[in-house]
């Protein structure tokens, strides 16, 4: 079992940045595929970025390929999102999720069914 909190959310003007934090209890990151997803209102929960256990791999939407870079820390057993070059298109809720499953490399790790633990999520907010 774990636990993720994310945190570093909040309000920025588009061009501007945030770094997302999750971190993780009961089991260490560097044993996890690691990913983000976000919500925005009245839209399905959708793939940001993945990152394989040891930070092997990392992968990317399309819309955030260039901008957004995911990191971990296993030291301190936290996972990061940093959003560089905001767009109010970003505005959503954004979650971490955890999966300990063996994945090989035809996985993408970009779907929900992807990963077994989820954060409450921390609200990003873009403006213009």
């Known amino acids: 079992q774990v636990q993720l909190v994310e945190s570093g959310g909040g309000s920025a003007q588009a061009g501007g940045s945030l770094r997302l934090s999750c971190a993780a209890s009961?089991?260490?990151?560097?044993?996890?595929?690691m990913g983000w997803f976000r919500q925005a209102p009245g839209k399905e929960r959708e793939f940001v970025a993945a990152?394989?256990?040891?930070?092997?791999?990392?992968n990317y939407a399309d819309s955030v390929k260039g901008r957004f870079t995911i990191s971990e820390d296993v030291a301190k057993n936290t996972v990061y999102l940093q959003m560089n070059n905001l767009k109010p298109e970003d505005t959503a809720v954004y979650l971490c999720?955890?999966?300990?499953?063996?994945?090989?490399?035809?996985?993408?790790?970009?779907?929900?069914?992807?990963?077994?633990?989820w954060g409450q999520g921390t609200q990003v907010t873009v403006f213009s």
């Open positions: 009961g089991r260490t990151f560097s044993s996890y595929n």
């Open positions: 999720a955890a999966d300990s499953r063996y994945r090989n490399g035809r996985y993408s790790l970009d779907r929900v069914y992807d990963y077994t633990y």
């Open positions: 990152i394989r256990r040891s930070g092997s791999t990392t």
